[in-house]
Each structure stands twice: as C-alpha cells, then as structure tokens.
C-alpha cells in the first residue's frame, strides 16, 4: 500500500497544470503548453535553457507552416534568435496566418528522441488547449521538479487502453419525450471529462437496444445554431425513443469532436477565412476526428448492453462498436436538421469522413 499517486492521477495533475499554465517536467524535461504560457514563466523558462528549448507542434500545423517534421506525427522546432512569446503564440495559433504568412524558415531537429514532445501534445490535446508546447530539454529533473513544487509525470502510452468509467449516480428525469426518463453520470478514472446516459423507459438487455452516440455540441444542442446538424439530431433520437418506448442516448462530453469549445470556436473563425470544417482542424494542428468513441461502447456494456441499433450517419461509429465487441444489429440512419448554412458542412462530411448520405 502507498499513498503516493498512480501514474494515471500523475497524468491528470500534469494536463491540469498544462491547463493552468503551470510547467510539468516529464522523463526529466520541462514541458508548458503555449497557449497558457505567461510572460514571465517565458522569461525564466528562456534563462533556465534557452539553448534547450524547443517549440512542439504537430505534424498537421507543422504542414501549414512549412516547418518538417521529421519524427512522424510532431515536429520538434528550434527556437530562432530573439524568439519571443508572440512569436510562439502565432505559431501555436493559426488565427493569425493569412495577415502575416511570413513565420518561418523553421528549423526541426531530426536526431534523438521525440518521446517526451509526443507526451507533451497529447496532454495539450487532453487538456482541450491548442496542441502545441514548449519544452526545456534535459532542465526538469526529479531534483528540479521537487524544489519547484512541479508534477512529474512518465512518457504517456501512445496506444491508450480504454478508459475505465464508473457510474457516479443516477435518477428518474421525466422528459418530454417519455415520462419514464432516467440520467446516469459515468466518471472516467483519469479524471477527464464526466459523460452521461439517458435512459428511456426499460430497455430489454436481451435485445439490440435503439441507441445514439451524441457528442456534445454547445452551439448546436443549447444555443440552436444553424451552423451544423446537432440540435435536431439530438432531439429526434430522443423523440424517436419516446415513440419506441426505449432507448439510450449517450451524451458524450467530447465537444468539437474532442478538441473542446475553445479551439471549436477557433475552428469556426478559420471556417470563416473560407477553411471546411477538416481542413480548420488542420490549420489548428488537429486530426479531423480526436474523439475516442469507444468509451461510448464502455458505457453501454457497463448497463448491461451488448447489441443496439445504432442511429447514426458515421461509419466510424458503427466499426468501433462491433470492435469493442457491442453488436449493431441496425444502422438507423438520422438525417435532420439540414440548413442552408449546414449543407457545406454535411457535404465535407460525407466526402472527407464518409459519413453516409
Ligand atoms: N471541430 C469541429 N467540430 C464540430 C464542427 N461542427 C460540429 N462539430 C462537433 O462535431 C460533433 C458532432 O458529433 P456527432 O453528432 O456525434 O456527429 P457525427 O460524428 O457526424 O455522427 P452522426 O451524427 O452520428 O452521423 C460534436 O462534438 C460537435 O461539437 C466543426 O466545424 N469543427
Ligand atoms: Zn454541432
């Protein structure tokens, strides 16, 4: 028995630091996340290791950039003379590269490891900021870490395991689509994000369930906006649960397919500068897609599902569920919500995602 924490809760603490902009040292190196970056933690940062010092960006925003990436998926970037906080912030941000193109040459390193710089994104990406870090090489020390109050946390494992989630609590929400309502709240045990299911009626667990994977969509599911199919396709899955007696809706917390509202919002800006929705992802250093769906599986085997009728469009969806071993005996297609300001949206979708027409 130990009281220290797991590697698991050390991950946490570190991508909740990332978070607040306060440094982590991971495998003996100093990693900020840019986006939180202050002035003066720039300044210490620089005077602890400027030669050191390397800016993280994805493989993705590295392309928009014109900056190699010779380790696959990140690009580990020398810091130029004078470098400056501005000069990372618009390189982290695309916001700002069609007024000011010019931000390069960028220079990446290709020799030696790129393990910690890897560990240093995905925690951005975990942590729902621009994924893109600055890390201090070789500075951050277990000696280092403890005189500076720093978490230390191990290199993250590329290939993830899905997350284990546990029922917080639940009750009976009467809903106007079905009386018989009932929110479950599942907590995942890396302390992320909390998801819920709603519940109609008694489903039979016996028999493939009417089911939806909802992720979540501020902007769609609350405010109405046109700009995509959300809202309406939240709404009929429930009614259509309602008619049918039973189902369950999965209420996913994966806002922006899993990059969260803040970089969506960035996203939406970029989609205005005449960017689709795949290629805004890009620009931001994001993959299309960073949700991990088989969390929704998860939650449907911990209430005692194993085959649904999935409602959905997505095919992504549909092979997730048969690889984590629930059955989808129907693929109930969902198609609502189409709007004049969406129709471009759902077209890149089913050109770029395949999501069926
Ligand atoms: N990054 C990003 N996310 C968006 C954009 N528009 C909508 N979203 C998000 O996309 C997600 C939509 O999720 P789902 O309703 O599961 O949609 P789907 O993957 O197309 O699958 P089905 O609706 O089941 O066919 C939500 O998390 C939205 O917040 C966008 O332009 N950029
Ligand atoms: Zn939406």
């Not at 621009?130 to 590329?158: K, S």
């Not at 028999?207 to 906006?225: E, K, M, N, Y």
Request: proline letters at 5%; a negative charge.
């Amino acid at each position: 028995m130990t009281l220290r924490p797991t590697t698991a809760e050390r991950i946490a603490r570190a991508r909740n630091d990332l978070r607040i902009g306060v440094p982590v040292c991971i495998a003996g190196s100093v990693v900020v996340a840019v986006e939180s970056l202050s002035q003066s933690r720039f300044d210490a940062l620089m005077a602890l290791g400027r030669d050191r010092a390397r800016l993280v960006l994805t493989e993705r925003r590295a392309a928009t950039l014109r900056a190699r990436a010779y380790d696959g998926d990140v690009a580990r970037i020398v810091l130029p003379e004078g470098a400056t906080l501005a000069w990372l912030r618009a390189s982290a941000d695309p916001s700002t590269d069609l007024a000011n193109p010019m931000k390069g040459p960028y220079h990446s390193d290709r020799e030696g490891s790129a393990d910690v710089h890897r560990a240093a994104i995905a925690l951005c990406k975990q942590a729902f900021l621009l994924p893109a870090a600055l890390v201090i090489e070789g500075a951050g020390d277990d000696a280092f870490a403890a005189a500076n109050g720093f978490t230390t946390a191990p290199l993250l494992d590329p290939d993830p395991e899905v997350v284990v989630l546990d029922e917080a609590s639940a009750a009976r929400v009467p809903l106007e689509v079905s009386a018989a309502g009932r929110v479950h709240v599942f907590r995942p045990r890396d302390g992320a994000e909390e998801h819920y299911a709603i519940e109609i009626g008694q489903p039979d667990r016996t028999q493939p369930v009417l089911s939806r994977l909802h992720s979540a969509c501020f902007t769609g599911d609350v405010i109405g906006s046109l700009k995509c199919d959300c809202g309406p396709q939240l709404r009929a899955a429930l009614a259509q649960m309602g008619q049918e007696g039973h189902g369950v809706l999965l209420y996913l917390n994966q806002e922006g397919r899993g990059i969260g509202l803040a970089n969506k919002m960035r996203a939406y800006a970029l989609q205005d500068q005449g960017f689709d929705t795949v290629e805004a992802n890009h620009r931001l250093g994001f993959e299309d897609d960073e949700r991990d769906f088989r969390i929704g599986a998860q939650i449907l085997k911990s209430l005692g599902f194993s085959a649904v009728r999935l409602m959905t469009n997505n095919p992504g969806k549909v092979r997730m569920m048969e690889g984590e071993g629930v059955q989808v005996a129907e693929r109930v297609p969902l198609r609502v919500g189409e709007t004049e300001q969406n129709a471009a949206y759902l077209a890149t979708k089913a050109a770029k995602s395949g999501h069926f027409l």
